[in-house]
C-alpha cells in the first residue's frame, strides 16, 4: 500500500511559477512510477508528467517547455516545478504512484492550482 500527499497548490498570477510535491509513504515497490495528473471543471482527468525510478521522464505536449519533474528516492518525493503558469494551467492536481506509468494504482487527494490573469 502506498499514501501520497501532494502539497504547493495555491493562486499565482499569469506567467508565475509554482513548485508542487508529493510525499509517498508505504511500499516502495509501489512508486517504481510516479507522476502527476490534472483536472480542470468540466474535464477529464489529464496526463502531465510522469517519471519512473530510473528517472525516464514523460511530459505531456501542452506543458513541454514550462513545466519539469524530478524525483528524489531517498525522499520517496517527486516534484513539478511549474513555470509560465496560464490560465488553462487552472485545475486540481494529483499525484500518483504504480508498479509502471501505464498502471498508476495509487492517488493523493489533490493540490487545487488557480492562474489568474
Known amino acids: 500500500q502506498v499514501q501520497l500527499v501532494e502539497s504547493g497548490g495555491g493562486l499565482v498570477q499569469f506567467g508565475g511559477s509554482l513548485r508542487l510535491s508529493c510525499v509517498a509513504s508505504g511500499s516502495d515497490f509501489g512508486t517504481a512510477a510516479m507522476g502527476w495528473y490534472r483536472q480542470a471543471p468540466g474535464n477529464q482527468r489529464e496526463l502531465v508528467a510522469t517519471?519512473?525510478?530510473?528517472?525516464?521522464?514523460n511530459v505531456a505536449y501542452s506543458v513541454k517547455g514550462r513545466f519539469t519533474i524530478s524525483r528524489d528516492n531517498a525522499r520517496k518525493t517527486i516534484y513539478l516545478q511549474m513555470n509560465s503558469l496560464k490560465s488553462e494551467d487552472t485545475a486540481i492536481y494529483y499525484c500518483a504512484a504504480g508498479l509502471s506509468t501505464a498502471n498508476m494504482r495509487y492517488w493523493g487527494q489533490g493540490t487545487q492550482v488557480t492562474v489568474s490573469s
Open positions: 517519471i519512473t525510478r530510473g528517472g525516464t521522464t
